[in-house]
């Protein structure tokens, strides 16, 4: 008999264990998971934060450019202003065409300075440089009657044909 008080005992003992549990359980509010429209909404409540978040950021980089453009374009109008000063400052000169055959040096190179200068100062100007020259072989009239090009008493002669006059 004592065991069988003892077996009641144990029993009674658990299912106030276990109605402890269930009345518990019970109180606990219930998970609420989300629908299917609460779904879609959230997903679009986050779409528009991040096109928010993207639209700023494309203000922000609007701002960057243009003042980005701003400093560019003072650089360039700067830059300008600075050539525009250069070419005022260069001497007024000018290219000139002309036919003036160069005197040999002492070694037999040509010498165009000479032949340049006085191309300038017959156009007006004060001095010049040979910008560009002319070589041509010069023979006596027997060689070309004979047919040939070249030959004996034939001789190179170098002419400035445009010189930078100032």
């Known amino acids: 008999m004592i065991r069988h008080s003892a077996a009641i005992g144990l029993v ?3 299912l106030g264990i276990v109605s402890t549990l269930a009345v518990a359980q019970e109180r606990r509010p219930p998970q609420h998971e989300p629908g299917f429209f609460e779904s879609i909404g959230r997903w679009f409540e986050e779409q528009g934060k991040k096109v928010g978040s993207t639209f700023k950021d494309a203000g922000k980089n609007v ?8 400093v560019a374009a003072k650089t360039t109008v700067e830059g300008a202003k600075d050539a525009a000063g250069a070419v005022a400052r260069l001497p007024v000169a000018r290219v000139v065409t002309g036919h003036a055959k160069c005197q040999n040096a ?4 040509p010498d165009c300075v000479a032949a340049a200068t006085a191309m300038c100062k017959a156009k007006g100007f004060e001095s010049g440089k040979s910008a560009d020259m ?11 009657l004979s047919g040939r090009t070249s030959g004996p008493g034939c001789r190179t002669e170098t002419f400035v044909s445009r010189a930078l006059c100032q």
Do not use: M, R, S
């Open 12 to 14: 009674v003992a658990g």
């Open 106 to 109: 002492p070694n037999g190179a």
């Open 134 to 144: 002319t070589t041509a072989e010069v023979c006596p009239a027997q060689v070309y």
């Open 63 to 70: 701002e960057n450019f243009g003042h980005e453009a701003g």
